[in-house]
Structures are given as structure tokens and as C-alpha cells.
Nanobody, 124 residues
Framework: QVQLVESGGGLVQVGGSLRLSCAAS????????MGWFRQAPGKEREFVAA????????YYTDSVKGRFTISRDNAKNTMYLQMNSLKPEDTAVYYC?????????????????WGQGTQVTVSS
């Protein structure tokens, strides 16, 4: 049973930073890809970033390029999302997800495993 547990969300002012963590258990993800998604109030859940576990290759949605960095720690089986220069429009519940393949994709249905989400609120 794969389990993904997010942490690190909170309240931050505009321009501030947060680092989200996603601890994975129940499987080693050396051959797979993982990603971050977010859902703002009243909006559909959207792709943020993805990482190939083996190589560390990354893929970002345009709105976060240059501000967010996705990374992973193989030894800890943990994925991170470093978020800098936060904007009010980054306010959302952030979810981590994992898929059974190594391709970097933004389609939610391609991810079989999901965490429970962590709230990020950016105040102006």
C-alpha cells in the first residue's frame, strides 16, 4: 500500500517562501515519477511540477517556473517543493502524487497515488 504524506504548508506573506515535503512509503520509487498539484478555492486541481525519481529530471507549469523548485531525497524517500516569491494566486491546497511510470506528465489521471493535501495561504 503506497502512502504519501504532505507537510510544510502554512500562512506566508506575499514574497515569502515555504518548503513542502511529501514522504512516501510502501514502495521504493526509483523507477517512477512524482508530482505536485494544487487546487485553489472554486477552481479545478492543476499541475504544478513533476520529477523523475531516478534521474531527477523536472517539469514545471509555466506559472511557477523560476520560483518553485521540485526535488527529491532518495535516502529519505521524500519529495520537496521549494516555493519562493509566493503570490496570492499560489494560495491552494497542494497535493503530492505518484505514478507507476517514469514519464513526466501533467495529467492527473496518470497519477495513481495521492496524498491528503496541505494548505498554503499567501496573504497580501
Amino acid at each position: 500500500q503506497v502512502q504519501l504524506v504532505e507537510s510544510g504548508g502554512g500562512l506566508v506573506q506575499v514574497g515569502g517562501s515555504l518548503r513542502l515535503s511529501c514522504a512516501a512509503s510502501g514502495r521504493t520509487f526509483s523507477s517512477y515519477a512524482m508530482g505536485w498539484f494544487r487546487q485553489a478555492p472554486g477552481k479545478e486541481r492543476e499541475f504544478v511540477a513533476a520529477i523523475r525519481w531516478s534521474s531527477g529530471s523536472t517539469y514545471y507549469t509555466d506559472s511557477v517556473k523560476g520560483r518553485f523548485t521540485i526535488s527529491r531525497d532518495n535516502a529519505k524517500n521524500t519529495m520537496y517543493l521549494q516555493m519562493n516569491s509566493l503570490k496570492p494566486e499560489d494560495t491552494a491546497v497542494y497535493y503530492c502524487a505518484a505514478r507507476d511510470y517514469s514519464g513526466l506528465v501533467r495529467i492527473q489521471s496518470e497519477y495513481a497515488y495521492w496524498g491528503q493535501g496541505t494548505q498554503v495561504t499567501v496573504s497580501s
